[in-house]
């Protein structure tokens, strides 16, 4: 099956800098990756995604790439804000065209301060 | 406004009983799923289900079940032949055209004692 490893675990950076969090994949079926952004007590809300067949998307400050060759995407947030701390999660899965399960990474603390 | 509910938050239950978590959407979806989430790790899938009366078990479905009687419902029980029941339980819902673009209702946390 499927494996995401997601790095680093925690992350701490200072408010209007960037934060870039990493994730490898093990299986080449893969073809939908998204992002998740989870708030304390609350569930994970989709933030951005990418398939496939494109190499970047963006929306606003966020970005996410996607290297199909190497199995590793990534979330880039930029000039962050002290909202933007929370828990990052990445995700996986092959698109099947019915109900598809995403493998999840074990999530990244991200903390922005003043 | 259209979303997914979860009942109860907080959720206490002595050891050896079962218990049923309540998930509820109004986007029509036809896909909804059930997560697993323990301190420090990432969420692992339990049982989906496509359509109604039907249900596919997940990675860790060992003490668990569920039902589908209707689209808009999918409630998740825990049974006492589950070893670690404690734990924060998401669930999500998603259309079977776009299947991956999940979205996730509140979340219950079960505590075991």
């Known amino acids: 099956g499927e494996n995401v490893e997601q790095h680093p675990s925690t992350l701490s950076v200072q408010e209007g800098d960037s934060a870039v969090i990493k994730c490898t994949y093990s299986d080449s079926a893969s073809n939908y990756f998204p992002w998740y952004k989870q708030e304390l007590g609350k569930g994970p809300q989709l933030i951005i995604d990418i398939r496939s067949n494109v190499g970047e998307k963006k929306d606003q400050r966020i970005a996410v790439t996607l290297n199909k060759t190497a199995k590793h995407f990534s979330l880039h947030i930029t000039e962050t804000q002290p909202e933007d701390s929370a828990v990052y999660f990445c995700?996986?899965?092959?698109?099947?065209?019915?109900?598809?399960?995403?493998?999840f990474g074990t999530g990244t603390r991200l903390q922005v301060t003043l | 406004d259209g979303g997914i509910t979860q009942s109860p938050k907080y959720l206490f239950r002595k050891e050896g009983q079962n218990v049923t978590l309540s998930c509820e959407q109004n986007?029509?979806?036809?896909?909804m799923y059930w997560y697993r989430q323990d301190p420090g790790q990432g969420l692992r899938l339990i049982y989906y289900s496509q359509i109604v009366n039907d249900f596919q078990k997940g990675d860790i479905a060992e003490g668990y079940s569920v039902s589908r009687e209707k689209k808009e419902s999918f409630p998740l029980t825990v049974t006492s032949a589950q070893k670690n029941p404690t734990a924060f339980y998401l669930c999500?819902?998603?259309?079977?055209?776009?299947?991956?673009?999940?979205?996730f209702g509140p979340g219950t946390r079960l505590t075991v004692t």
């Open positions: 995700a996986a899965s092959p698109y099947t065209g019915t109900a598809s399960k995403l493998t």
């Open positions: 999500a819902s998603s259309t079977l055209g776009l299947a991956d673009e999940q979205y």
């Open positions: 986007l029509n979806h036809d896909a």
